[in-house]
């Protein structure tokens, strides 16, 4: 048996225990893109979920996150695509983008492959831009239950964004993205989740926004956050 060189050896155990006990490094800079959902109309900044969950994320790290919601009121798709050379210029190394429900909303005939074309295409610029970009998405709320609407322009709506949806999903699976299911989830029936105008979520309902977030992103990603209950 031939001696093995004791220097090498020593490096190859340092290797491997170094590969075995590390762990995902905690992200520097965190910016949220989107809409409503994001943005947080009626909310305090820090009460909306991508700010409690940037909060959170701070709570576990001894470094400094950097953190910038870009998020606007409103927004379809085409201008969310605007925001995203504004999060390239920040070098974020986590970002969430959350957009289609006002492609719905502002528009009898919304164009999902238009949709699928501009959702692909933020995701790769985000990636070229840094290659070790971690991203998340979410799909939007299939039921308006508290939004009064008439019968037929609900049922249009509701259509139109399970449609959406099903691009979003598609769009995410090809792009690696992992993508929060909020369609069809059980808290969409509990009114204590929504403002009073129905449609965008409560101080609770971010909270728990926050929460199910924080989750995706430790299974995917390993990052952790702590975050606060709702005040």
Request: glycine share 8%; hydrophobic share 40%.
């Amino acid at each position: 048996m031939s001696a093995l060189d004791p220097y090498a050896e020593i490096a190859r155990v340092l290797g491997d225990s170094s590969h075995r006990t590390s762990r995902p490094s905690a992200p520097s800079c965190y910016v949220a893109l989107g809409d409503s959902f994001t943005a947080g109309p009626g909310c305090a900044p820090e009460q909306t979920w991508a700010g409690r969950l940037a909060a959170g994320i701070r709570g576990c790290d001894d470094d400094l996150l950097a953190y910038r919601n870009l998020a606007v009121d409103g927004a379809t798709s085409a201008e969310v695509v605007e925001q995203v050379r504004a999060a390239i210029e920040l070098e974020p190394d986590l970002v969430t983008l959350i957009c289609g429900a006002n492609d719905v909303l502002s528009s009898t005939r919304p164009d999902p492959v238009a949709y699928a074309t501009r959702l692909g295409s933020m995701f790769s610029r985000l990636r070229a831009a840094g290659p070790h970009v971690r991203i998340a998405t979410a799909t939007a709320p299939e039921r308006l239950d508290f939004l009064p609407l008439r019968p037929r322009t609900r049922a249009r709506v509701e259509r139109g964004v399970y449609g959406i949806n099903t691009v979003t999903r598609r769009v995410a699976e090809l792009h690696r993205v992992p993508c929060l299911e909020v369609a069809g989830h059980p808290g969409l029936a509990d009114r204590d989740n929504f403002a009073d105008d129905g449609l965008h979520p409560s101080v609770l309902g971010h909270t728990r926004a926050a929460r199910a977030f924080a989750e995706l992103l430790s299974e995917r990603f390993g990052i952790e956050s702590r975050l606060e209950e709702s005040r």
